[in-house]
Structures are given as structure tokens and as C-alpha cells.
């Protein structure tokens, strides 16, 4: 399988979404990258949650291209990267510049 191939399917599952709505009041927004890491990972868990919240009067709907959620998988990636590098690197100049403090004033 190509790496075009693969940004294309976690895309496609990353911009569709099952929305679980009471009235109309939205409950969940999961993609579907996430659905089928938990069916594969606890498939139990996912089709009694199912069937609860069907019993409870929940609505489950499909959205595709979901607003929002449009861009493509590998942008997700590399923003959550850079947001992931910008934090630890703010982490670190505070303790490193805590660290210089403390050995000045002794």
C-alpha cells in the first residue's frame, strides 16, 4: 500500500464522522478513525454502548466532509506536531530558565 494511499484512507476517515445527538442537543463527534480503533480494540464495548444508547432514545447520524474537519490527514499531523513541539518547548525554557534562577541566587 502506497503512503498516498494511506493518507488518502485515514483522510477519509478522519473527515467523516458519526454524530450521536438526544433532541437536539449533540452528545459525540467522533471520526472515524477513532470508531474503528475502539471496535477493533473493545468491539464489546462499542456495539453495548450501542444498543444503550439506542435504547435511551440517542440518534446516530453519519456526516461526511464533516465542516471543520475538512482538511487533509497529513495537515492534522503535522499541526498536531507543531503544536506538541511548540509546547514542550515552552515547557523546557521555563524550567530551564527556573533552573537558572534558582543557581543565581544561591
Known amino acids: ?3 498516498e494511499n494511506k493518507n488518502g484512507i485515514f483522510s477519509f476517515l478522519y473527515c467523516n464522522r458519526i454524530k450521536v445527538t438526544k433532541g437536539a442537543t449533540p452528545i459525540i463527534n467522533l471520526s472515524l478513525v477513532f470508531c474503528v480503533v475502539a471496535l477493533l480494540t473493545a468491539p464489546w464495548l462499542v456495539v453495548i454502548g450501542g444498543i444503550v444508547a439506542l ?12 465542516v471543520g474537519f475538512s482538511s487533509d490527514f497529513d495537515e492534522v499531523v503535522k499541526g498536531a506536531a507543531s503544536n506538541v513541539r511548540n509546547v514542550v518547548d515552552n515547557v523546557t525554557d521555563k524550567f530551564d530558565g527556573k533552573d537558572d534562577n534558582d543557581q543565581q541566587g544561591e
Not at 55 to 66: I, Q, T
Open 1 to 3: 500500500m502506497s503512503n
Open 55 to 66: 435504547a435511551l432514545g440517542y440518534k446516530f447520524a453519519f456526516e461526511r466532509n464533516a
